[in-house]
């Protein structure tokens, strides 16, 4: 069986094309740079043959155009990869929210119009997959196009951790909850250490761009700090992280609008918000010997994932294995060491040279060390595939 996996960002395309169940890449792809009329990037690879070519300063006004680039490469270039788009037996994707539908659903109207009523929560998101999805219903109308939602994962957290305080009704008619995002990445975690160590008690620590943290016990979520929308929790590149609820109407009371509150929560806040200068962790990292901003924002995001681990590994009861991935958790090693720094007392200890050595899948605390760090590059699209294959042979 031959599943394409189509990874939706906010201004990239990702994908990836598989043979199952022998989990055999056959292509890679990706678009950088969505919108932009003159300095789009595209990148494809025959990971068969070794083809591979890149091509810059596109005009990609849209994610439609990318598709339409991708599979062009993918069947008609000279670094093809099959003869026929109508080979590809299943499209996965790697969705994000919809309203009643938390693990993985077949794409069709029903699910569709849970996407679109959750806009509001994960507006970006869910507005490009939508477009995504609606062009390879259209190019591939009899092809089985199924969603692995980053909700499935979190479905095993107890509801007294899931809920606000709120008025009950309105978990009941508006399904207000915390979710929980980046339900791949941490699965691809929770998979990779216990095939290599058994059931264990992890802290996996997704930082980049969007950051999480989520507490796994025997291979099950059992808490995130994501919450109810993609907003919350730890400070992100420029997203608030959590937020008193009663901020807005006192930026209200004092003549915000609410159209303003929301550009700010949404575009500029978190790092770049507080240091003025930056959203990239890579830039700031080389600013904080001389500038305060950039220091205090570095500070902030590193205090956020002590606060968020310490709390987890209470409710975990104890902590085997504390992991780093994503772009910032598998390159900032400064970042790493200022994290196992303040959680030694849990038991973490670092060796500050192979910290330093960069290497992914790697082990980076002592010898003996209570706690065992890992850095580990995630593998979203492996968890899709996966997903997305049982879905359609259990059909």
């Not at 310490?310 to 104890?318: I, K, M, T, V």
């Amino acid at each position: 069986m031959i599943i394409l996996i189509c990874n939706v960002g906010s201004t990239s395309l990702k994908f990836k094309l598989y043979q199952m169940p022998e989990e055999i890449k056959l292509a890679t792809g990706k678009v950088e740079r969505v919108g932009d009329r003159s300095n789009a990037i595209f990148s494809f690879e025959n990971t068969n043959t070794g083809f591979k070519e890149t091509l810059e300063k596109l005009d990609m006004p849209t994610y439609t155009d990318g598709i339409k680039l991708f599979i062009q490469y993918l069947t008609k270039s000279e670094g093809a990869a099959i003869d026929s788009i109508d080979l590809v037996d299943g499209i996965g994707f790697k969705t994000v929210l919809s309203k009643g539908f938390y693990g993985v659903h077949l794409l069709d109207e029903a699910v569709l119009s849970g996407m679109e009523e959750y806009l509001d929560i994960a507006p970006v998101h869910n507005s490009c997959y939508l477009e995504a999805i609606r062009e390879f219903r259209s190019l591939l109308p009899e092809k089985a196009l199924v969603g692995v939602f980053e909700t499935e994962f979190h479905t095993t957290i107890p509801l007294e951790r899931k809920l606000y305080g709120i008025p009950y009704e309105w978990y009941e008619q508006y399904g207000i909850q915390r979710f929980g995002y980046h339900g791949a990445s941490h699965r691809y975690i929770s998979e990779w250490i216990n095939e290599r160590y058994g059931k264990s008690k992890i802290i996996s620590c997704h930082l980049g761009g969007s950051c999480s943290i989520c507490a796994i016990e025997d291979g099950r979520s059992i808490d995130t700090s994501f919450g109810f929308s993609l907003q919350t929790g730890v400070l992100h590149a420029n997203r608030v992280g959590d937020l008193d609820a009663y901020i807005i109407p006192f930026l209200m009371n004092r003549g915000f609008t609410m159209e303003d509150i929301l550009s700010g929560l949404d575009n500029k806040g978190g790092l770049l918000g507080i240091s003025g200068v930056s959203n990239d962790m890579r830039f700031l990292m080389e600013q904080v010997e001389k500038n305060d901003r950039a220091a205090l924002a570095v500070a902030m995001f590193c205090n956020d994932i002590v606060r968020y681990a310490g709390a987890f590994y209470a409710q975990l009861g104890g902590l085997d294995h504390l992991v780093f991935t994503g772009g910032i958790g598998e390159n900032q090693s400064d970042i790493r060491a200022e994290i196992c720094k303040r959680l030694a007392v849990l038991g973490v200890e670092l060796d500050e040279e192979a910290n330093r050595n960069l290497k992914t899948d790697n082990v980076i605390s002592k010898q003996g060390s209570k706690v065992m760090v890992h850095i580990i590059a995630t593998d979203e699209e492996a968890i899709v595939v996966r997903k997305t294959y049982q879905h359609l042979t259990e059909r």
